[in-house]
């Protein structure tokens, strides 16, 4: 069973690729688009909206809650007024 984890592992460790800086640079840029691009909020007419395309929507304002948390409102596409919490 050992030696089946361990060729196993081997096997994962060769398969590794050197990363040059360019590749690095790369690699992080592209995480970073990622995460601006990650989904955000979605409306009950399917949109969905990353951070970037959220902030682009039409600003109606701001709610405080009960314990404090800031919502802030924007009106999708559809018409349809979201919420969604910043703190």
């Given at each position: 069973m050992g030696g089946w984890l361990l060729n196993k592992k081997m096997r994962e460790i060769s398969s590794i690729k050197a990363i040059t800086s360019?590749?690095?640079?790369?690699?992080?840029n592209s995480a970073m688009r990622k995460k601006k691009e990650r989904i955000i909020k979605r409306c009950s007419c399917k949109k969905k909206y990353s951070l970037e395309a959220w902030k682009a929507l039409k600003y109606i304002g701001e709610m405080t809650g009960i314990d404090g948390e800031i919502a802030e409102l924007r009106d999708c596409s559809c018409g349809s007024t979201m919420l969604f919490i910043i703190s």
């Open positions: 360019k590749d690095h640079r790369a690699y992080i």
